[in-house]
């Protein structure tokens, strides 16, 4: 029997060492959040996760490890609500109708945690050249889904405006920003007021010669 399938308790390795992934992550989140990463340790995610340096070391190796996978887990969760949204659309739906729905599934993945936001928009940013690197390239991953919702939204043949990968991070530009100063109002106003926003940038930059 190999080690991942030897049991302990009634459970799988593989299955405790997935819980303990996932208890890390969810406690960088939050502390990360709470505190500010540069302000925290690993010995504080570790508290925070009531786990230990050992087994820590046993899923990553350094601290910017868990808060890389704790940004592609928000990053991945978002996705996912967004490719729900893209298979419930109608095709009577206009572009602004479809994209009101996908904004809208995007937001409300971000805000179902209340650390996501931050840690997504403002403790990745300026860690390292390494964290600017991993940020930039899920950036561009983000632009294949963008010209996936602008099809959803207006027809197979729509295209965005001018250069794609500049259209694209116009909008990712857009919302990214957009999210973080929402972060910093008080009282937070609802994700609708930045869906509205929103979807007229959307449209807006979604070639009008080009839609079905």
């Known amino acids: ?56 070391y046993e899923e990553f190796e350094t601290r910017e490890d868990v808060l890389v996978a704790a940004y592609d887990r928000i990053q991945d969760e978002a996705a996912a609500a967004i490719a729900a949204a893209l298979a419930r659309q109608e095709p009577s739906d206009d572009p602004a109708t479809a994209l009101t729905h996908i904004l809208s599934a995007y937001l409300d993945s971000i805000e179902s945690d209340p650390y996501r936001a931050k840690v997504a928009f403002i403790e990745v ?21 963008v010209l996936d919702v602008v099809h959803t939204a207006a027809g197979p043949n729509a295209r965005p405006r001018g250069n794609p990968a500049l259209a694209t991070s116009a909008l990712i530009g857009a919302v990214n920003g957009l999210a973080h100063e929402w972060l910093l109002e008080q009282p937070r106003p609802p994700v609708r007021e930045l869906v509205e926003l929103l979807v007229p940038i959307a449209v807006a930059l979604i070639d009008p010669d080009h839609m079905s």
């Open 1 to 56: 029997m190999t080690v991942e399938g030897r049991q302990y308790g009634g459970r799988a390795v593989v299955e405790r060492k997935a819980e303990r992934r996932q208890r890390f992550l969810e406690a960088a989140t939050r502390i990360f959040a709470e505190r500010g990463y540069a302000n925290c340790s690993l010995a504080d995610v570790c508290a925070a996760a009531g786990l230990s340096k050992r087994q820590f």
């Open 125 to 145: 940013v300026g860690v390292s050249e390494r964290m600017e690197q991993h940020r930039r390239a899920r950036r561009h991953a983000w632009g294949a889904v």
